[in-house]
């Protein structure tokens, strides 16, 4: 039997021999240099956006964050100033130390951020808005579920847990993301006062925290829980993740008149304080503002970035129906073209939306379920109606409305 002549040829492309410059053979295949070429390619692409979040960071200026920023979140310009300083910084910090380690003493130490506002402000969509940007992992984190280590509740170590769970457990990639951490004002220290029961809830959370907030490597249950001895553990450096806390700080007001002087009456009065604006006192806050009100003196010290949200008024709610990118206004027009109708407003319904707002003092995060109200029967009925246009009224608003709150009122 006679043996069949083969003709090489790439096992990628199929151009034979005689078509390329250069075939390399391997155990049953071959690949020409054009083939190798386009690999090499391919290989150079997928390490490039695997390292992309860090490039683009070191590109962004604080003045590009800010302008990013102003298109998702309406007002609040002193707050958007400082958070996009302290993360280019951030980010400008982890290239230095990385390019620089060893050169000379200088290390530069980050700087975590501490947000405080009214509830409705936006102190969560800052953040969201920031780490969407820069394409980095983040997870929000409600500091009321944690406890001390050995209770009941959550480890202070869950924190990094959702973060890796938020990298696909990329751990390089979780040591450079960003953590949230929500309602901080809630583990404040319950007193002064000396109890015969430990504050595992206050400053127990306080103090777990502090190794996190500093830099050190962690040792993180990969699927959350409580740690145990047989469980594999994955060890995570804290030092390049960026901390940014927010609260709402309720009752924080009245110690920053009192740290102010703000009562003082007749001939005593500093003329220093009249022209105090009282009716957001919230600008003022320092951090022997946040000493008084009940965290400890060590989270102060690693929180040293620290800015207010100012309260949002009619013009600026507003402003948050409308104007944003991803505006509770366009959502709802969004949806309604997804089954073919346009959807208009009338301009006195989008007043009266925020007016009850204001009334019911929900913030910005009130606009939503009121528009919730106002829209949901259109919402059941429109995607089974002929009918390709709706036009909200301010009669259709209002009857809505005030049908809701006459029912609720009923079941009470």
Request: proline fraction near 3%; aromatic fraction near 6%; charge should be positive.
């Amino acid at each position: 039997m006679t043996k069949r002549k083969t003709v090489d040829s790439c096992s990628f492309c199929g151009r034979k021999r005689s078509e390329v410059q250069i075939l390399i053979s391997g155990i049953s295949s071959y690949i020409c240099e054009n083939c190798i070429e386009q690999a090499s390619s391919i290989i150079k692409n997928e390490l490039q956006s695997s390292s992309a979040s860090i490039s683009e960071l070191r590109l962004m200026k604080p003045i590009e964050i800010k302008n990013h920023i102003d298109q998702y979140v309406i007002g609040q310009d002193e707050a958007k100033k400082v958070l996009s300083v302290a993360v280019y910084n951030h980010y400008k910090r982890i290239t230095f130390n990385k390019k620089h380690a060893g050169d000379d003493d200088v290390e530069i130490e980050k700087s975590n951020i501490i947000l405080v506002g009214r509830t409705g402000t936006g102190k969560t969509l800052l953040a969201r808005t920031i780490a969407k940007m820069l394409k980095v992992p983040f997870t929000i984190v409600d500091a009321t579920v944690l406890t001390e280590a050995g209770y009941v509740g959550e480890d202070i170590e869950s924190l990094l847990t959702r973060l890796l769970q938020a990298a696909d457990y990329d751990v390089k990639a979780a040591e450079k993301g960003i953590v949230f951490i929500d309602e901080i004002d809630k583990i404040a220290r319950k007193g002064d006062n000396p109890s015969i029961t430990r504050d595992v809830s206050g400053e127990g959370v306080q103090q777990g925290l502090l190794k996190l907030l500093e830099g050190s490597i962690v040792n993180v249950p990969p699927q959350g829980g409580r740690k145990h001895p047989d469980q594999k553990m994955i060890p995570v450096n804290t030092k390049n993740i960026l901390f940014i806390c927010g609260g709402a700080f309720n009752g924080i007001e009245k110690i920053i008149g009192r740290r102010l002087n703000t009562k003082v009456v007749g001939y005593s009065a500093s003329k220093g304080h009249e022209n105090l604006n009282k009716d957001n006192m919230l600008q003022y806050v320092a951090p022997q503002d946040l000493r008084s009100f009940g965290l400890i003196p060590e989270i102060v010290g690693r929180l040293p970035v620290l800015t207010n949200l100012n309260p949002l008024d009619k013009s600026a709610l507003l402003d948050i129906l409308t104007k944003p990118k991803n505006s509770i206004v366009r959502q709802y027009e969004k949806l309604f073209e997804m089954d073919n109708v346009k959807l208009t407003f009338e301009d006195a319904v989008l007043e009266y939306i925020v007016d009850k707002a204001i009334e019911f003092k929900l913030g910005a995060r009130g606009l939503r379920s009121i528009c919730e109200t106002v829209m949901v029967d259109a919402m059941f009925d429109f995607p089974s109606s002929d009918n390709k246009k709706f036009h909200v009224t301010m009669k259709y608003a209002k009857e809505k409305l005030d049908s809701l709150i006459a029912e609720k009122l009923r079941a009470a």
